[in-house]
């Protein structure tokens, strides 16, 4: 069974990229009144206590969200994300991608959410059962299954632990089949930068498929001495009109940290 846990990570700096990218699509997608499924692949337990024994003990959450929440004014979809989790749950409360999505879309919309891990699977059904589909099984078994769903428009979130080894040589194999079945919808995946590389030859192979994808990669300093990530990327298939220049936003503000 698979041992990662994001309590341990919730609220850094590869959140602030992959929530705020994830929370502008979803309000440019609410902008227009038509219903649409979410669907999320590895979706954790969805709330996260930043002052838990946990964030830390990793203290990843203190350079992210605690340190530079104020690159996402009043009226970004990630703070009103924020501002509805903090005034429900408390003041020490981020919200995972599960919890973005509950706050902003509408009762007309569907969410799918699914998490195999049985820990965090129990957590993210008490905490979302009220507002989703949770499914305690493989991810990417879920989202063949569902696509194309119903409605057909709509936003799939990959988002990996990365343990299995193979995901990086499996992952683009897998969105290809999904975008076959669904090819209006709207895949966004997110994938760690390690002193590794590990993600170069995964990207290159997905943008040999998709050239028009929206391709987006930050840098960071190692939370802490000898941290392998040192940044974080995000591919997005059918990416939204807008969604490359809210990127060019993220990269100006995260240039400022190297």
């Not at 979130?157 to 683009?172: A, G, H, N, Q, R």
């Not at 995964?202 to 990530?229: E, I």
Request: no cysteine.
């Amino acid at each position: 069974m698979l041992s990662y846990q994001h309590a341990f990570h919730a609220g850094n700096l590869a959140d602030l990229h992959k929530h705020g990218l994830l929370a502008w699509m979803l309000g440019y997608l609410t902008r227009k009144d038509k219903p649409l499924t979410y669907v999320e692949t590895h979706a954790g337990r969805g709330l996260y206590d930043i002052q838990s024994a946990e964030a830390l003990k990793t203290g990843e959450a203190a350079h992210g969200i605690q340190s530079h929440a104020d690159w996402f004014d009043a009226d970004h979809p990630l703070t009103r994300a924020r501002r509805a989790t903090l005034e429900t749950h408390g003041p020490t409360i981020y919200p995972g991608s599960p919890a973005i999505a509950a706050t902003l879309l509408r009762h007309t919309d569907t969410l799918h959410l699914a998490e195999l891990h049985p820990t965090e699977h129990g957590v993210l059904r008490t905490n979302f059962r009220r507002y989703a589909k949770v499914y305690n099984q493989d991810g990417f078994a879920l989202a063949h299954a569902l696509t194309p769903p119903e409605p057909r428009r709509g936003l799939m979130l990959i988002d990996p632990s990365y343990e299995i080894k193979t995901d990086y040589t499996d992952i683009p194999r897998q969105i290809g089949k999904l975008h076959r079945a669904w090819n209006v919808g709207i895949i966004a995946l997110w994938y760690p930068i390690l002193t590794s590389g590990a993600h170069t030859d995964m990207a290159k192979d997905l943008l040999r498929t998709f050239p028009d994808a929206l391709h987006h990669d930050v840098s960071f300093p190692p939370a802490r001495p000898g941290h392998g990530m040192i940044g974080s990327g995000m591919f997005v298939v059918n990416p939204p009109f807008g969604l490359a220049d809210e990127a060019a936003r993220l990269s100006t503000l995260f240039g400022t940290l190297t």
